[in-house]
């Protein structure tokens, strides 16, 4: 959902970086899930608002700068159970990691590693055996998703 980027203020808040659409809302919950990748650990917001695009946030028993710092670099999740389902022909980017890239052609791009914000759209990283490629995570680039055959459909070349 988003990542700390530093220490904000003398009260131990945190400058907070929202990741995708819908991700300002992280404000609406009281705990969040905060560590580095496989080590989070449940946190309780003390203190959450919006600060243009960024937020800026303060944890229970975040009380200063120097504990504020350790937070530095830490990804920022909720539980699944905690989000509301996902409309028709929308999906949780998480969902999507893991399946395979395919374009119209029916040529294989590799699998969804992951997912970067770029601000003006998100952009889906599909790793394949010759390395990785960088591919528009907008309606119109993506095709389909078929999580039952584990598919994203793209329109994109394998050249590009």
Not at 85 to 97: M, T, V
Not at 118 to 124: E, H, I, L, R
């Amino acid at each position: 959902m988003g990542r700390v980027m530093a220490p904000w203020g003398v009260k131990g808040a945190l400058k907070i970086e929202p990741f995708g659409a819908g991700s300002g809302n992280l404000c609406k919950y009281s705990a969040w899930w905060v560590g580095k990748p496989g080590k989070l650990s449940e946190v309780a917001v003390a203190e959450c608002r919006p600060h243009g695009a960024y937020l800026v946030a303060r944890f229970e028993g975040c009380d200063g700068p120097e504990r504020a710092g350790a937070y530095r670099g830490a990804e920022v999740a909720l539980r699944r159970e905690d989000l509301p389902e996902p409309g028709a022909h929308e999906f949780y980017q998480i969902d999507l990691i893991g399946l395979a890239v395919v374009n119209g052609q029916g040529e294989r791009l590799g699998r969804v590693a992951g997912f970067i914000s770029t601000g003006a759209n998100d952009v889906m990283r599909v790793e394949h055996e010759g390395g990785e490629r960088l591919v528009p995570a907008t309606a119109e680039v993506i095709r389909k998703v078929d999580l039952e055959a584990g598919t994203v459909e793209v329109d994109w070349g394998a050249d590009w």
